[in-house]
Structures are given as C-alpha cells and as structure tokens.
Antibody, heavy 120, light 107 residues
C-alpha cells in the first residue's frame, strides 16, 4: 500500500534552515507529481510547492518563493523540502502528498505530517 | 490567484440528513477541483477528484458536481463518521489553493 513518511521536522530559530524528507513506497514514485502542503494550528491546508514526476517542473506558493525549494530523488523514492530564512509564519504541520498524475492535480495520498516550529 | 470560498463555514446536522457544501471560485475553470475530508489531528483524505469522480473506497453517499465557478459536495445521508471538516482544492492554475473549510458538526 502507499506510504509517505515525513522526517526532519523540529524546532528551529528564526532565520535558520531545515530540510524535510518524505520517503515514499507502495507506488511508482517516478510516475507521479509530489507536493508539500502545510497547515498552521487551527487553519486550513496551505499548498506550498509541487514538483513534476521527473523533477523538471517546480511551482511554489508566493509566500515561500525564494526561501523553500522542493526536489526529489527518484532513485531513492524520496521527496525533499529545503527550507531557509525561516520565519515564525512557517510554523505548521508539513505534509507530503502524492498527486494522481505526473504534475499537479488531485492529492490522493498524504503522509502523517511533521511539525515544524520556528521560535527563538 | 483563484480564491475558493466555501459555504457555509460551519454546519450542524443530524445523522441521516442530506448536506450540501458549496465551493465558489473567484474565476471559472473546468473540473480541476477536488474535495477532502479532514478529522482532528489527521491528514486530509481525498473524497472526490476532478470535481465529480468518487475516490476508490469512499462511500457512495458522497458526490460532487459543478463547473465554472460553483462546485458542490453532497452527502446524501449523514453517518456518524462524516462529522469532520471539508475542504475544496483547485489545481486549475498556480498557485494551487484550498477553500477555508466547512466544519460539519453533530446537531
């Protein structure tokens, strides 16, 4: 069955960096777009970024452009989110999610989420 | 960015009720819309894809419809497990956006 397992979260000071990983299994990773979606406490989901199945296309929310970078390693079935210049507004649960298609469409599987807290 | 406005924001209903949630888009598009259910402390779960297709394993009491600027999620007969928060999501254009959510509570 499809499994998505996030790791790398934690507490980080403002201005610092963090890298999240998402280990995927149970499907052909290289055939699907992958997303990061975050959710701040008490808020709805906020889409962060998507990467196409082959890694050639990447799109970002305006709120993270230039600070967060999505990437993937299809040989390792792993998705990444490199986060830099973090601010308190980045505090949220971060989910990786599998797309039904090769780029951006419906999100049919989600990880359990990982907490990122930006605080001094 | 396409803004999605869900109505109502919250709803109290009883087991067996028929419930409709609306998602209105700030500009029209085709069927590039999905619906998710989220329970407290859990990840969202896909219910409806491409506006009207029922995701595998989702009970048939859930249905989706609409196009253009108005989309709806209907639950034909509420069950106890359905009390949760529901979100619409458009992927027609970037940035991808979600609605603000509809909290469905037990009356």
């Amino acid at each position: 069955q499809v499994q998505l397992v996030e790791s790398g979260g934690g507490v980080v000071q403002p201005g610092r960096s963090l890298r999240l990983s998402c280990a995927a299994s149970g499907f052909t990773f290289s055939s699907h777009g992958m997303h990061w979606v975050r959710q701040a406490p008490g808020k709805g989901p906020e889409w962060v970024a998507v990467i196409s199945h082959d890694g050639t296309k990447k799109y970002y929310a305006d709120s993270v452009k230039g600070r967060l970078t999505i990437s993937r390693d299809n040989s390792k079935n792993t998705l990444y989110l490199q986060m830099s210049s973090l601010g308190t507004e980045d505090t949220a649960v971060y989910y990786c999610a599998k797309d039904r298609r090769v780029e951006a469409s419906n999100l049919d599987y989600w990880g359990q989420g990982i907490q990122v807290t930006v605080s001094s | 960015a396409i803004q999605l406005t869900q109505s109502p924001s919250s709803l109290s209903a009883s087991v067996g009720d028929r419930v409709t949630i609306t998602c209105r888009a700030s500009q029209g598009f085709n069927n590039a819309l999905a619906w998710y259910q989220q329970k407290l402390g859990k990840a969202p779960k896909l219910l409806i894809y491409d506006a009207f297709n029922l995701e595998s394993g989702v009970p048939s009491r859930f249905s989706g419809s609409g196009s253009g600027t108005d989309f709806t999620l209907t639950i034909s007969s509420l069950q106890p497990d359905d009390f949760a928060t529901y979100y619409c999501h458009q992927f027609y254009s970037f940035p991808i956006t979600f609605g603000q959510g509809t909290r469905l509570e037990i009356k």
